[in-house]
């Protein structure tokens, strides 16, 4: 079956740096996404991986194995308003996500 | 205004009854998709359609039809609701053009059937 898996919950303080890791067992890869989802609200696009390496988006970045079906989002100078849920998701070889449950990420003063 | 909006936001009902959830987009999209979220586990897909001809299975359609009235227009209905079908329901979008193809949600309805 496809898989994947996600921390379920991480803590962190402000204006540190958070590293999420993603891994994924999935028919076939093309490409990977990580959104974001504050509790109660819509999923927001933050990053997408298709290649091997790293993608920078100001405080978020975004790296991808695909040989060991690894990804992780980073988190750098983390503010309150990132206390959300992030959400990793894969797309098959189908052309269908495949969705990760989700890692609370808990920012504390 | 929202690019993809959901009706209604929220909605009780109870075990039987007949429900509609609509979703409208000002993107342009051609492609549409309804997922259900329940806590825990990850968005699961209903059902898609990547133009107005075009419908397709998720892998959890069982108790779920949608129609595809127009471009922006794609309704899921819950022909005879039940208490498992509580969740927080997400319509997206996407253009199917670019290589990513990435999807773009909709505010979400949170429904529960008693």
């Known amino acids: 079956g496809q898989n994947i898996d996600q921390p379920t919950e991480m803590t962190a303080t402000e204006g540190a740096i958070v590293q999420i890791n993603c891994t994924y067992q999935?028919?076939?890869?093309?490409?990977l996404f990580w959104y974001q989802q504050h509790a109660g609200e819509a999923p927001t696009f933050l990053s997408y991986n298709v290649l091997d390496g790293l993608e920078e988006k100001g405080r978020f970045s975004s790296f991808l194995s695909r040989s060991k079906g690894y990804s992780y989002l980073l988190l750098k100078e983390l503010q309150m308003k990132d206390s959300a849920s992030y959400l990793c998701a894969v797309r098959d070889s189908n052309y269908q996500l495949i969705w990760g449950a989700g890692t609370k990420l808990i920012i504390k003063p | 205004d929202a690019d993809v909006t959901q009706t209604p936001r929220n909605r009780i009902t109870k075990t039987g009854k007949r429900i509609m959830l609509e979703c409208s987009q000002t993107k342009g999209h051609d492609r549409m998709y309804w997922y259900r979220q329940d806590p825990g586990l990850g968005l699961q897909l209903i059902y898609y359609?990547?133009?107005?001809?075009?419908?397709n299975k998720g892998e959890i359609s069982d108790g779920y039809s949608v129609s595809r009235q127009a471009q922006a227009k794609f309704s899921l209905s819950l022909e005879s609701a039940i208490p498992n079908q509580t969740a927080l329901y997400f319509c997206?979008?996407?253009?199917?053009?670019?290589?990513?193809?990435?999807?773009?949600f909709g505010p979400g309805t949170r429904l529960t059937v008693l």
């Open positions: 997206a979008t996407s253009v199917g053009a670019d290589g990513a193809d990435t999807q773009y």
């Open positions: 359609s990547f133009d107005v001809k075009d419908i």
């Open positions: 999935t028919s076939g890869f093309n490409g």
